[in-house]
């Protein structure tokens, strides 16, 4: 295990994320959802950001409503007044990230940030609430996360985009490249188009930079397993009991 360099990453095993809540039930980045997660003994979450056209932050990982509501539209082109109409899975309400905040005072939640309209609402909400040591924020865009650390300052804990990832990967084989300091951790798939981004050079690479190597998304108890063999530091996952009953197996589930 690395030394923790914020207070985000305070646990004391590699960490159990429950992916939008547990995504295999059906009910997503919803409310019910973390319920389920929360009374499995989870207390990191991962979800998603996406900015209604009224501002508001919704826990939500697509663009649209369209693929798992009952309802049509894109977020960014509606007000929460409609979006939060929508029902998933037949009937859990969206929920505005705010509100999962206060509901789980004692969670940990690693965020996306799926559009840059989602960036400064988030930044706001989190200096508001004072949450800077229960929040992570992520994106696709390193871009886009730089600009969060640039605007919170060390107090925001970040993950690098995938243009951070490479220059990781670049180092592990020895090769120059640029990495953002300021990163607390690398959130990454297992493989990336065919190809291992996470083997023993990448975790070696990361944990010698004093970062974290989260593993995004692991359904399968025996790649699991095959994770921690490697020694990485969390893993994110749809299926919630077997994550659970990994853990348990090997003893690191608190």
């Excluded at 029902?87 to 509901?103: I, W």
């Excluded at 600009?147 to 107090?155: E, I, T, V």
């Excluded at 291992?196 to 025996?222: I, K, Y």
Aim: one cysteine or more; glycine letters at 8%; proline letters at 6%.
């Amino acid at each position: 295990m690395t030394p923790v360099r914020h207070p985000y990453l305070d646990h004391p095993s590699p960490i159990p994320f429950a992916h939008r809540g547990g995504a295999a039930d059906g009910i997503e980045n919803t409310a019910a959802a973390f319920r389920r997660a929360a009374a499995l003994g989870y207390r990191y979450f991962e979800t998603d950001v996406h900015t209604t056209a009224d501002g508001r932050l919704v826990a939500f990982h697509d663009s649209t409503l369209d693929r798992v509501t009952d309802l049509r539209g894109r977020i960014s082109e509606l007000p929460w007044s409609e979006v939060g109409r929508a029902r998933v899975g037949g009937g859990e309400p969206l929920a505005l990230f705010e509100d999962l905040l206060e509901e789980f005072p004692d969670a940990r939640w690693n965020v996306d940030m799926k559009a840059e309209p989602a960036l400064r609402p988030l930044i706001d909400l989190i200096r508001r609430t004072d949450t800077w040591d229960r929040v992570c924020v992520g994106s696709f865009s390193e871009a886009r996360v730089s600009r969060a650390h640039r605007l919170a300052g060390p107090r925001l804990a970040t993950s690098y985009g995938v243009r951070g990832v490479l220059g990781l990967r670049l180092r592990s084989y020895g090769a120059p490249a640029p990495v953002r300091d300021g990163a607390v951790c690398a959130q990454v798939p297992q493989h990336q188009s065919g190809i291992p981004v996470v083997d023993r050079r990448f975790v070696r690479t990361a944990h010698e930079r004093g970062l974290q190597v989260h593993v995004w998304t692991v359904n399968e108890a025996d790649r699991m397993h095959a994770l921690l063999d490697l020694g990485v530091d969390g893993i994110m996952t749809d299926r919630l009991e077997t994550l659970r009953t990994v853990f348990t197996e090997r003893g690191v589930w608190h």
